[in-house]
């Protein structure tokens, strides 16, 4: 008996030691993983859009997992606060290790909030002619590479074969210029009317790359010069444009702004009531899914007086020139805007890379997005400076002006004309 009580307690001595034995190494498990995270080099990543925020969740799901030393905090900050909450923190050395960057971007190159990125590309040998050039050089300021491209947006014409063909109108043409579409709208305007129904022969939005920046180009004219120094919205080209937009307008060729401010042209053209919509390439997947997605045609814009270029924007990821950890920061940027990444991205149909390579992966089942492609090699980028976010609004607020009839273009253009110079002048 005397035998068993000991064994019995040398069984229990020896699953307390055991078992202190495993507490201890638990608690040295726990200390190691603790040590490990202090290890880790943490970094943010600020950006607006809840849309795309999944899959660049997943995106960074896939860099930590390439890279185990780097700990990425996403930040999701609505359009409406997100470049408050910038200047605030950037005020602060607060502001995310990387983000989004947009045509503001000479406002943060100027105020010296951004990163120089060249030493970073001439030392990791990235080749920054595997970017659309239009996009690659908007986000090169003064000589020096600021961003690292996202994706792009083109502008082209959308059309509603259905319609086309209800009404026994020719479809538009490759080649087409500004009077042949007018030619078209005033057959299809004839038709409608005769048919007592109700669709508009032509839709866009009236903002500026949708519609009239491009316009304005197109025409002759110029939002602003090369050097960013002078305004043009004096030049004859930059009036015509908005001339022939009334126009379209006066002639019933499209709705008036009375309509197309309250609903928007891309609306319009979903639930059917449109037959030519003038779109950016951002609308693509929308208009891909919709219920006569089959007869969906698409083209590049008419021709005008000077082409039928595109203005092309796209955003670029920055990394904050305050950051404590710009090699890490400088890798995130670096896979956010290599192939894995834009592949995520054009597949899941929420930007059209900029990275050439990775175009190959934006598909859709009945828009030619190869539309998209050519159009770009021909585009200019959205027109900016330093003061963009003080002149634009105003050229948004007084070109409202001129859709809805309270000026006339002439005296729009001069109002914007004045308050841009105005602007640009306090630059320097």
């Known amino acids: 008996m005397k035998k068993g009580m000991c064994m019995m307690l040398t069984l229990l001595m020896a699953g307390s030691l055991a078992a202190c034995g495993n507490s201890q190494a638990d608690a040295g498990k726990d200390e190691a993983k603790k040590d490990n995270s202090s290890e880790k080099t943490k970094i943010s990543f600020a950006l607006w859009d809840e849309v795309q925020k999944p899959v660049f969740d997943e995106i960074v799901e896939k860099f930590e997992t390439e890279n185990p030393d780097i700990d990425v905090e996403l930040q999701l900050t609505p359009w409406s606060q997100y470049w408050t909450k910038l200047d605030a923190a950037m005020g602060s050395d607060s502001a995310a290790d990387v983000f989004w960057m947009n045509t503001y971007l000479p406002k943060y190159a100027e105020a010296g909030v951004l990163e120089p990125l060249d030493e970073y590309i001439e030392k990791d040998k990235v080749n920054m002619d595997d970017y659309v050039s239009v996009v690659k050089d908007a986000y090169n300021y003064n000589d020096v590479q600021y961003c690292m491209p996202k994706g792009m947006d083109t502008v082209q014409v959308f059309y509603n074969k259905g319609i086309f063909e209800k009404y026994g109108v020719e479809e538009p043409q490759a080649g087409w210029t500004w009077e042949d579409m007018k030619n078209l709208a005033g057959q299809l305007k004839a038709k409608i009317e005769e048919a007592g129904s109700d669709e508009y022969p032509i839709l866009m ?33 930059t009036v015509k444009a908005y001339t022939d937009m009334v126009s379209l307008m006066d002639e019933g060729l499209m709705p008036g702004s009375e309509v197309l401010s309250d609903t928007k042209g891309t609306d319009l053209f979903l639930s059917q009531k449109g037959a030519i919509l003038f779109m950016g390439s951002w609308k693509t997947a929308v208009i891909d899914e919709a219920s006569f997605a089959e007869q969906v045609g698409t083209i590049a814009m008419p021709a005008k007086e000077s082409g039928n270029q595109s203005v092309i924007g796209g955003l670029g990821y920055a990394v904050n020139s305050s950051s404590k950890d710009k090699d890490a920061a400088w890798k995130l940027v670096k896979y956010l805007a290599g192939e894995e990444s834009n592949k995520m991205q054009a597949e899941a149909k929420i930007d059209v890379p900029a990275l050439i390579s990775a175009q190959q992966y934006y598909k859709a089942e009945h828009v030619d997005v190869n539309v998209i492609f050519d159009v770009a090699e021909t585009g200019f980028p959205f027109p900016t400076s330093s003061s963009v976010a003080e002149w634009l609004p105003t050229v948004n607020e007084i070109s409202a002006k001129i859709f809805a009839k309270e000026l006339t273009p002439e005296e729009g253009c001069k109002q914007m004309q004045e308050a841009t110079q105005s602007a640009l002048d306090s630059e320097s």
């Open 205 to 237: 939005e009236l903002d500026p790359q949708p519609s009239f920046f491009n316009f304005i180009n197109q025409s002759g004219g110029y939002v602003l010069s090369d050097d960013m120094k002078k305004a043009g919205f004096d030049q004859e080209g």
